[in-house]
């Protein structure tokens, strides 16, 4: 009688045994000769050579479904122990899925575009208004590159900016400071990676996420590197991330150039990165629209209301500021 442990390295364990070991639980009756017994994510088998074999064949197939896929039906089982094809082919569209089996795709023309150029260019500006689902599409994009083995890491970070309220007031230490300003990274990782594979991840540092002051003096390599909250760099700040690249690294910054928090006198880096590095070979400049908003149809009008009033203000400045020359020139 033989004894083998299979490991699944890839694949969540919850979802892999499935509810209440459902999954699991059709295995064994699907190889009554073999004693299988789960502990984490390790699966201890025991009988037939070739029957451990066979079992070892379908579980590795099963876990490459399923950590493709996020799930993994009864139904699906069954045909790969059968030998068929259990469908669940991917579009060519799709990134790819999330916790729920959800397919994640581009939804707009410059979604598209940021996933096209990512196959071809190193260093990627994506910028556009709340919403147009550029920070979403780069972190999808990061995850398929882990999922996938192309990169060892991933890591994300966000320049401290307070936008309108004081870190300082909050309770607790720096990190319960912090977190909360790093939600949203956190909340579009929990979409497409399960929760205990995420856990997993990030206390193995293979999923980074730290403000943007914690890259100074680093070198990544073999990585996905995020930017998020471009405009609220200042130019120092975002030459020294920039710089931070290494080999087989790609470089996705992202930001909305009318959500600048920084005090009016300081120049937002964002704005002068994509002056200085315009035409540079091997750069790619994606500017999303309000067409690209894919949040609730009422961010769209939003955007549009402010972006009326920007102008109208603007407008009103300008032709106070030319009343005021001329009151000048006349007196």
Same mark, same amino acid.
Request: net charge neutral; aromatic share 6%.
């Given at each position: 009688?033989? *004894?083998?442990?299979?490991?699944?390295?890839?694949?969540?364990? /919850?979802?892999?045994?499935?509810?209440?070991?459902?999954?699991?639980?059709?295995?064994?009756?699907?190889?009554?000769?073999?004693?299988?017994?789960?502990?984490?994510?390790?699966?201890?088998?025991?009988?037939?050579?070739?029957?451990?074999?066979?079992?070892?064949?379908?579980?590795?197939?099963? *876990?490459?479904?399923?950590?493709?896929?996020?799930?993994?039906?009864?139904?699906?089982?069954?045909?790969?122990?059968?030998?068929?094809?259990?469908?669940?082919?991917?579009?060519?569209?799709?990134?790819?899925?999330?916790?729920?089996?959800?397919?994640?795709?581009?939804?707009?023309?410059?979604?598209?575009?940021?996933?096209?150029?990512?196959?071809?260019?190193?260093?990627?500006? /994506?910028?556009?208004? /709340?919403?147009?689902?550029?920070?979403?599409?780069?972190?999808?994009?990061?995850?398929?590159?882990?999922?996938?083995?192309?990169?060892?890491?991933?890591?994300?970070? !966000?320049?401290?900016?307070?936008?309108?309220?004081?870190?300082?007031?909050?309770?607790?230490?720096?990190?319960?400071?912090?977190?909360?300003?790093?939600?949203?990274?956190?909340?579009?990782?929990?979409?497409?990676?399960?929760?205990?594979?995420?856990?997993?991840?990030?206390?193995?540092?293979?999923?980074?996420?730290?403000?943007?002051?914690?890259? !100074?003096?680093?070198?990544?390599?073999?990585?996905?590197?995020?930017?998020? *909250?471009?405009?609220?760099?200042?130019?120092?700040?975002?030459?020294?991330?920039?710089?931070?690249?290494?080999?087989?690294? !790609?470089?996705?910054?992202?930001?909305?150039?009318?959500?600048?928090?920084?005090?009016?006198?300081?120049?937002?880096?964002?704005?002068?990165?994509?002056?200085?590095?315009?035409?540079?070979?091997?750069?790619?400049?994606?500017?999303?629209?309000?067409?690209?908003?894919?949040?609730?149809?009422?961010?769209?009008?939003?955007?549009? /209301?402010?972006? !009326?009033?920007?102008?109208?203000?603007?407008?009103?400045?300008?032709?106070?500021?030319?009343?005021?020359?001329?009151?000048?020139?006349?007196?």
């Amino acid at each position: 009688m033989l *004894e083998k442990h299979i490991v699944l390295n890839d694949a969540d364990p /919850a979802v892999f045994y499935g509810v209440n070991n459902t999954n699991l639980q059709l295995l064994k009756a699907l190889y009554p000769k073999l004693r299988i017994v789960a502990r984490g994510n390790v699966i201890r088998i025991m009988g037939d050579e070739d029957e451990t074999a066979r079992f070892e064949q379908a579980v590795l197939k099963l *876990e490459h479904y399923c950590s493709e896929f996020n799930s993994l039906k009864e139904e699906v089982i069954v045909d790969i122990v059968n030998g068929q094809d259990p469908g669940g082919e991917k579009s060519s569209d799709v990134i790819l899925f999330g916790v729920t089996g959800r397919p994640i795709m581009p939804r707009s023309v410059n979604q598209k575009r940021l996933v096209t150029d990512y196959s071809t260019h190193d260093m990627l500006f /994506a910028i556009g208004p /709340a919403g147009s689902g550029k920070t979403y599409t780069a972190i999808a994009l990061a995850v398929r590159a882990l999922k996938n083995k192309e990169v060892k890491r991933i890591v994300l970070c !966000r320049p401290a900016v307070e936008a309108g309220e004081k870190l300082g007031f909050l309770p607790g230490d720096m990190r319960e400071k912090i977190d909360p300003f790093l939600q949203p990274l956190y909340d579009a990782l929990q979409d497409m990676i399960p929760t205990a594979k995420l856990k997993e991840y990030m206390d193995l540092n293979i999923i980074q996420i730290a403000p943007l002051a914690f890259m !100074r003096g680093r070198t990544l390599n073999d990585a996905v590197v995020i930017l998020d *909250e471009a405009q609220n760099t200042t130019p120092q700040q975002i030459k020294m991330f920039l710089t931070r690249m290494g080999w087989n690294t !790609r470089m996705i910054v992202t930001g909305d150039l009318t959500q600048i928090d920084l005090p009016p006198t300081q120049t937002s880096g964002l704005v002068q990165a994509l002056d200085i590095l315009e035409g540079v070979e091997g750069l790619s400049v994606i500017r999303m629209t309000r067409k690209d908003i894919v949040r609730h149809k009422l961010v769209t009008r939003i955007v549009d /209301a402010y972006d !009326r009033y920007e102008q109208t203000h603007k407008e009103t400045r300008i032709t106070k500021k030319d009343n005021n020359e001329q009151s000048v020139d006349k007196n």
